[in-house]
């Protein structure tokens, strides 16, 4: 999977298609992420004797093909490649060549 965690990444398809954010979350097992703002859920937590009632709003996971690294140079998505530096292996945006770690 070539997203990580903290990668800005922005939606192609889906309700939030266009909107942007950061990956809080990757599992590359699943093939999921979770991006900040993004497939909102709201959940319903019920009382107890120590917390009251209320309705949270979370991050649900969105397949990694939904979304695309987004590219703040040129503004827009990109395709994440790989670039070897000595025995290094390095993240690169094919968009504008530029490295991303």
Do not use: C, W
């Amino acid at each position: 999977m070539k997203i990580k965690k903290d990668d800005t990444v922005i939606v192609l398809t889906g309700k939030d298609k266009g909107k942007t954010g950061k990956v809080i979350k990757a599992m590359p097992k699943e093939g999921k992420v979770i991006v900040e703002g993004v497939n909102v859920q709201t959940k319903h937590q019920k009382q107890t004797q120590k917390v009251a009632a209320e309705i949270k709003h979370q991050e649900g996971p969105i397949d990694v093909s939904n979304v695309a690294f987004y590219d703040a140079k040129a503004k827009k998505a990109s395709r994440v490649g790989y670039k070897m530096d000595g025995d290094k292996k390095i993240r690169v945006a094919k968009a504008t060549g530029t490295e991303i770690d």
